[in-house]
């Protein structure tokens, strides 16, 4: 077992733009865990390829009796059509955790992050939400059919469909019991950062030792939405909304 690798027994799944990042830095200083060097390893949705000896040589080695635990962040998982069967595959056993923010802040916040790298050509957030359906519905079928492992139009333009929560969450608890799970709305976990991440430390059954540094990751500034164009999206979202409540019985809307 010395100098072993330490196979991850939580993985943080997603959302995207829902303070994955933030929550990556303070469990790096929990003592009793210890991370990879990369937070998003990205095994089970683009490097699937690779084996599973591959991606276990990514975590850290285990020091002589350690009880120390790890894990990953990807947040691409929990949208990718294909991760809940990979990831229950390998690790039929492991927590995850859930990170969702208000659907209509996090495909606005996507838009302006995949603008200020390049890789959105749309000036208008609202014309890329009318094009989404076109731009993305080739790569998601060769997701799906295994022809590909994932896409950048799937992957960066999806805005308003990694928004829809429910359904993701539906084709996860497919693969894992309710137990398995833990829901953080990401509101709460950055006004209350600290009793959130409490509960996020019970899950993982480690002695809650609250971080030095809880200063958020990755936080931009960019103009308002129109009220008329944010009550137009949260239309969109509102039927998906009612099912995630069903599926884990709290009240998880934003509307």
Known sequence: MFNSRIKPSFLI?????AGTSSLFRYLSQHPHIRLPASKELHFFDMQYQRSINWYEGL?????????QI???????????PLAPKRV?????DIRLIVLLRNPVDRAYSHFNMERNRGNEPEVSFMRAVELEASRIFDEEQQIRQGI???GCKFQNWSYMRRGLYGQQVADWQKFFRSKQFIFIKSED???????????????????HVPPVDISPVNTNRYPDLLS???????EYFREDGLLLQQLIGTHFSWF
């Open 70 to 80: 790890t894990g990953e962040a990807s947040p691409y998982y929990l949208f990718h």
């Open 13 to 17: 799944i997603g959302a995207q733009k």
């Open 59 to 67: 975590f850290p080695k285990r020091k002589f009796l350690s009880r």
């Open 148 to 150: 590909i492992q994932s």
């Open 228 to 234: 008329s164009e944010r009550k137009k999206l949260e």
């Open 88 to 92: 229950n595959e390998h690790y039929p």
């Open 189 to 207: 976990f950055y006004t209350d950062t600290v009793h959130e991440l409490e509960r996020i430390h019970e899950f993982l059954r480690i002695p």
